[in-house]
Antibody, heavy 121, light 107 residues
Framework: QVTLRESGPALVKPTQTLTLTCTFSGFSLSTSGMCVSWIRQPPGKALEWLARIDWDDDKYYSTSLKTRLTISKDTSKNQVVLTMTNMDPVDTATYYC?????????????WGQGTLVTVSS | SYELTQPPSVSVSPGQTARISCSADALPKQYAYWYQQKPGQAPVLVIYKDGGRPSGIPERFSGSSSGTTVTLTISGVQAEDEADYYCQSADSSGTYVFGTGTKVTVL
């Protein structure tokens, strides 16, 4: 059974750095082809892809946010960590992690339940 | 990257057919994927690789592609299909884009 769960602070202040952890089970990020992505969704708005990390440690970032994002993994702990610097109120959103790669295509087949992050002073 | 444009809303009576379009503003076109999102829940994959249906997704959900437009069709809509739907694709640089989203209302 594949599960993913996001964790991190519910509230951060402007200019602070956000650190989110995705803890997963039911698959391994050391398996060839496996990937984990982060996606966010501001309240009432559309989904936005942020970053992806692959089984071989290749990393990809949203063009518009790449200067603020860092993604990493700890395969032994089955965790993926996303950091986002210089947080702003417009970054208020539900942040999801999702699995990719099982099908060999670009779909997100399993998602965590999401964690709401509010940016406010 | 490019943009994927969807109609903001689609309304349909129970038992009728809902069609949701997703248009890319530029090439190259990659495969498209569709997600259903109900209020307060995470998205669920309902169509992969333009028209594939994951295990557990009802047969009334289907997908098609023509040029730079893909379409999600829900045949025989049921009340439980009321949700937001998002298309998604990839570009050649390993990044991903989601559509603007469509709210499906079952009348």
């Amino acid at each position: 059974q594949v599960t993913l769960r996001e964790s991190g602070p519910a509230l951060v202040k402007p200019t602070q750095t956000l650190t989110l952890t995705c803890t997963f089970s039911g698959f391994s990020l050391s398996t060839s082809g496996m990937c984990v992505s982060w996606i966010r969704q501001p309240p009432g708005k559309a989904l936005e892809w942020l970053a992806r990390i692959d089984w071989d440690d290749d990393k990809y970032y949203s063009t518009s946010l790449k200067t603020r994002l860092t993604i990493s993994k700890d395969t032994s702990k089955n965790q993926v960590v996303l950091t986002m610097t210089n947080m702003d109120p417009v970054d208020t959103a539900t942040y999801y992690c999702a699995r990719m790669g099982y099908s060999g295509y670009d779909d997100f087949d399993y998602w965590g339940q999401g964690t709401l992050v509010t940016v406010s002073s | 990257s490019y943009e994927l444009t969807q109609p903001p809303s689609v309304s349909v009576s129970p038992g009728q057919t809902a069609r949701i379009s997703c248009s890319a503003d530029a090439l190259p076109k990659q495969y498209a994927y569709w997600y259903q999102q109900k209020p307060g829940q995470a998205p669920v994959l309902v169509i992969y690789k333009d028209g594939g249906r994951p295990s557990g997704i009802p047969e009334r959900f289907s997908g098609s592609s023509s040029g730079t437009t893909v379409t999600l069709t829900i045949s025989g809509v049921q009340a439980e299909d009321e949700a937001d739907y998002y298309c998604q694709s990839a570009d050649s640089s390993g990044t991903y884009v989601f559509g603007t989203g469509t709210k499906v209302t079952v009348l």
